[in-house]
């Protein structure tokens, strides 16, 4: 049974949640799953706005056989050719015979790479193309590598609305919810945890493709967003804008601290959990610690990209840096996270070498390191536990300063 929302008179929505996927592209974990969002327009002629995940095709199917209320499709959009958006477009082509898709050449390419058969169905659009539907006329933009190279965005200046693709999206399903003015307390602050989580792991790493968009969207009377995933957004948009600021200027939106451990037997945890105490006690409000070895990789991303300080603690480990810390020092460098304040404390028992690997590993980033490295040799001692509160001594001053 179909299951669709108007958002305004020509406007609805036909997406759908998945709360079955356990990782989004088989990484990240979705603990409270993710919407694939997809819009049909009515008008003079009548358009969708991309499609969804094969998993969720039956669903989507009916929404918009509901929607089109037994009127003919004339044009698919697709704004970004990845699966979870495009997997069912050539279902959608068999199902409306007549409908036609508009994409960029990158987009038809990658489509046929897919095996869409999409070859005699497909009308290129390039930057700044405009195509009228009857009242509503839309503009089409290109957003390369927000988050694929084929990406466009486009606008409807009938309504002020952006079709934003992945830009402005979020992790976890849309419960009931469609915009974000009707999330209600604590909830904003989930939304906002999975809105970041989304963007720093899935878009973090194209910083300056966003900012050209960012510029690109400041001249256009945006009333509503529709991304892809998650709420769309109408009332409060400057204040997402704003965060979408931040992040893609790897910019912290707080000063505070993420201490990153790994941990063999619990002599690094110890280290680090002196240096989260000894922070606490010299006024720092934001510590923020993760065993990673138990918090996905993605939570830990978001957290830095949320604070100014990160501590990273980790043992050696046949001869290299401990797996789990090395997996999230190769998303930091994966995703060119930057302007980061970072100190660091090794451990190993007779050859201790994590330390000047995390050090090398991160040299290349545009990251400050702060504090002499602690170093441990198995367990914590007198000297080192004074080392540790040297280091917590130097990061509480370094956020004081930072902060007058
Ligand atoms: Fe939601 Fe880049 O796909």
């Known amino acids: 049974m179909y299951n669709i929302r108007k958002i305004d008179n020509d406007l609805t929505f036909v997406g759908v949640n998945d709360r079955r996927l356990n990782l989004f592209e088989n990484v990240h974990p979705l603990p409270q799953g993710v919407s694939y969002n997809s819009y049909v327009l009515r008008d003079e002629k009548n358009v ?117 693709a992945d830009a402005f999206g979020s992790f976890k399903t849309l419960d009931g919810v469609l915009f974000e003015d009707e999330i209600g307390g604590a909830e904003e602050v989930a939304w906002l945890n999975e809105s970041r989580r989304y963007y720093t792991n899935i878009v973090g790493k194209y910083g300056k493709n966003v900012q050209m968009l960012l510029k690109k969207a400041a001249g256009l009377d945006i009333k509503m967003i529709c991304p892809l995933h998650g709420v769309i957004w109408r009332k409060d948009i400057d204040r997402f ?47 923020r610690f993760f065993d990673v070895s138990k918090t996905h990789p993605s939570y830990v991303i978001a957290a830095i990209f949320r604070y100014s300080h990160l501590v990273i603690a980790s043992p050696t480990y046949n001869l290299g840096i401990y797996p789990p810390v090395h997996n999230l020092i190769n998303d930091i460098k ?46 914590v001692n007198v000297d080192n536990r004074e080392s540790i509160i040297a280091l917590a001594q130097t990061i509480a001053d370094d956020i004081y300063a930072k902060k007058n």
């Open 48 to 164: 969708l706005f991309d499609t969804v995940d094969w998993s969720c095709g039956r669903q989507f199917f009916e929404n918009i056989e509901a929607a089109l209320d037994g009127q003919e499709l004339d044009y698919v959009v697709v704004h970004h050719a990845e699966p979870d958006h495009a997997a069912t477009l050539d279902e959608i082509l068999i199902r409306y015979p007549k409908a036609r898709v508009l994409c960029s050449a990158k987009a038809k390419l990658f489509l046929e790479q897919f095996g869409h058969n999409v070859e005699d169905r497909v009308d290129v659009v390039k930057n700044g193309d405009t195509v009228s539907f009857g009242k509503h006329e839309l503009t089409f933009i290109q957003a390369p590598m927000v988050h694929w190279p084929e990406v466009m965005v486009s606008f409807d200046a009938t309504t002020g609305t952006l079709f934003s």
């Open 241 to 287: 804008i704003e965060k979408y600021q931040l992040w893609s200027t790897y910019t912290p939106e707080h000063l505070g601290v993420v201490i990153a451990c790994g941990s063999m037997y619990g002599d690094t945890e110890q280290a680090a959990d002196i240096l989260a105490n000894a922070l606490v006690q010299r006024g720092v409000k934001r510590v």
């Open 334 to 379: 994966n995703l060119n996270i930057q302007n980061r304040t970072v100190s660091v404390i090794e451990n190993g028992s007779w050859a201790p070498k994590a330390g000047t690997l995390i050090e090398n590993e991160l040299d290349q980033n545009n990251l400050c390191f702060l504090g002499d490295r602690v170093t441990v040799k198995s367990s």
